[in-house]
Protein backbone atom coordinates (compact mmCIF):
# COMPACT_ATOMS: atom_id res chain seq x y z
CA UNK A 1 0.00 0.00 0.00
CA UNK A 2 1.51 3.45 -0.78
CA UNK A 3 1.40 6.06 1.58
CA UNK A 4 2.49 9.71 1.24
CA UNK A 5 2.63 11.32 5.03
CA UNK A 6 3.24 15.33 5.15
CA UNK A 7 4.95 16.87 7.89
CA UNK A 8 6.21 20.15 8.62
CA UNK A 9 3.66 23.13 7.85
CA UNK A 10 2.43 25.88 10.54
CA UNK A 11 1.51 29.51 10.63
CA UNK A 12 4.85 31.75 10.13
CA UNK A 13 5.30 35.70 9.57
CA UNK A 14 5.91 37.04 6.13
CA UNK A 15 9.90 36.70 5.65
CA UNK A 16 9.89 33.17 7.74
CA UNK A 17 10.53 29.68 6.85
CA UNK A 18 9.26 26.27 6.68
CA UNK A 19 10.52 23.00 5.76
CA UNK A 20 7.71 20.57 4.94
CA UNK A 21 8.61 16.63 4.81
CA UNK A 22 6.98 13.89 2.80
CA UNK A 23 7.91 10.23 3.76
CA UNK A 24 7.13 8.05 0.89
CA UNK A 25 6.08 4.02 1.50
CA UNK A 26 5.12 1.58 -0.63
CA UNK A 27 6.67 2.79 -3.36
CA UNK A 28 10.08 2.53 -5.31
CA UNK A 29 11.62 5.35 -3.80
CA UNK A 30 14.51 6.07 -5.93
CA UNK A 31 12.32 5.24 -9.17
CA UNK A 32 9.61 8.00 -8.56
CA UNK A 33 9.50 11.70 -9.27
CA UNK A 34 8.00 13.77 -5.97
CA UNK A 35 6.41 16.75 -6.87
CA UNK A 36 5.14 19.24 -4.14
CA UNK A 37 1.94 20.91 -5.28
CA UNK A 38 -0.40 23.97 -3.72
CA UNK A 39 -3.79 25.31 -3.35
CA UNK A 40 -4.93 28.18 -1.72
CA UNK A 41 -8.34 28.71 -1.50
CA UNK A 42 -10.30 29.70 -4.36
CA UNK A 43 -7.17 28.79 -6.45
CA UNK A 44 -6.54 26.40 -8.86
CA UNK A 45 -3.65 23.48 -7.74
CA UNK A 46 -0.15 24.09 -8.94
CA UNK A 47 2.85 22.14 -9.17
CA UNK A 48 5.61 24.55 -7.57
CA UNK A 49 8.33 21.89 -6.96
CA UNK A 50 9.89 18.53 -8.07
CA UNK A 51 12.42 16.34 -7.54
CA UNK A 52 12.92 13.61 -10.59
CA UNK A 53 14.17 9.97 -10.65
CA UNK A 54 17.26 11.37 -12.28
CA UNK A 55 17.83 13.92 -9.15
CA UNK A 56 17.36 17.18 -11.59
CA UNK A 57 14.77 19.54 -9.64
CA UNK A 58 12.18 21.86 -10.73
CA UNK A 59 10.75 24.86 -9.25
CA UNK A 60 8.01 27.48 -10.46
CA UNK A 61 9.37 30.85 -11.53
CA UNK A 62 7.29 31.93 -8.02
CA UNK A 63 9.40 30.16 -5.57
CA UNK A 64 12.45 30.00 -7.25
CA UNK A 65 15.28 30.99 -5.24
CA UNK A 66 12.99 30.67 -1.80
CA UNK A 67 12.02 27.13 -2.12
CA UNK A 68 14.66 24.27 -2.25
CA UNK A 69 13.41 20.41 -3.00
CA UNK A 70 15.84 17.90 -1.68
CA UNK A 71 15.32 13.82 -0.67
CA UNK A 72 16.70 11.51 1.31
CA UNK A 73 16.65 8.26 0.31
CA UNK A 74 17.52 6.48 3.37
CA UNK A 75 15.01 8.11 5.04
CA UNK A 76 12.45 7.73 1.99
CA UNK A 77 11.51 11.62 2.91
CA UNK A 78 11.46 14.60 0.18
CA UNK A 79 11.89 18.22 1.79
CA UNK A 80 10.77 21.21 0.64
CA UNK A 81 12.55 24.15 2.37
CA UNK A 82 10.43 27.41 2.32
CA UNK A 83 12.63 30.71 2.37
CA UNK A 84 11.25 34.26 2.13
CA UNK A 85 7.80 33.34 2.23
CA UNK A 86 5.01 35.84 1.84
CA UNK A 87 0.87 35.42 2.15
CA UNK A 88 0.77 34.94 -1.06
CA UNK A 89 2.77 31.38 -0.02
CA UNK A 90 -0.35 29.99 1.85
CA UNK A 91 -2.03 27.28 0.81
CA UNK A 92 -2.79 23.52 1.50
CA UNK A 93 0.54 21.65 0.53
CA UNK A 94 0.51 18.40 -1.29
CA UNK A 95 3.05 16.34 -1.92
CA UNK A 96 2.47 13.35 -4.89
CA UNK A 97 4.62 10.89 -5.87
CA UNK A 98 5.01 9.28 -9.33
CA UNK A 99 6.82 6.16 -11.02
CA UNK A 100 5.57 7.15 -14.12
CA UNK A 101 6.76 10.31 -15.19
CA UNK A 102 3.05 12.16 -14.68
CA UNK A 103 4.27 14.71 -12.46
CA UNK A 104 6.54 16.17 -15.65
CA UNK A 105 3.48 16.57 -17.71
CA UNK A 106 2.19 18.64 -15.41
CA UNK A 107 4.52 21.57 -15.07
CA UNK A 108 2.80 24.70 -15.32
CA UNK A 109 -0.55 22.82 -15.51
CA UNK A 110 -3.20 24.32 -13.29
CA UNK A 111 -5.39 21.78 -11.90
CA UNK A 112 -8.97 22.63 -10.66
CA UNK A 113 -8.11 20.66 -7.60
CA UNK A 114 -5.35 18.76 -5.31
CA UNK A 115 -5.58 15.87 -5.37
CA UNK A 116 -6.26 14.96 -8.85
CA UNK A 117 -7.09 11.63 -9.49
CA UNK A 118 -5.12 9.75 -12.13
CA UNK A 119 -1.76 11.71 -11.56
CA UNK A 120 0.22 9.34 -8.83
CA UNK A 121 -0.33 9.16 -5.00
CA UNK A 122 -1.01 11.90 -3.11
CA UNK A 123 -0.29 12.79 0.48
CA UNK A 124 -3.25 13.96 2.79
CA UNK A 125 -1.88 18.09 2.84
CA UNK A 126 -0.20 19.88 5.09
CA UNK A 127 -1.24 24.00 5.54
CA UNK A 128 1.05 26.69 5.47
CA UNK A 129 -0.05 30.01 6.56
CA UNK A 130 1.89 32.99 6.06
CA UNK A 131 1.17 36.28 8.04
CA UNK A 132 2.11 40.03 7.06
Known amino acids: QVQLVESGGGSVQAGGSLRLSCRVSGLTFGGSDVGWYRQAPGSECLLVSASRQDTSTYYADSVKGRFTISRDGDKRTVYLQMNSLSPDDTAVYYC??????????????????????????WGQGTQVTVSS
Open 96 to 121: AADPLGIIQRLIGVRLPSCPKSGTGY
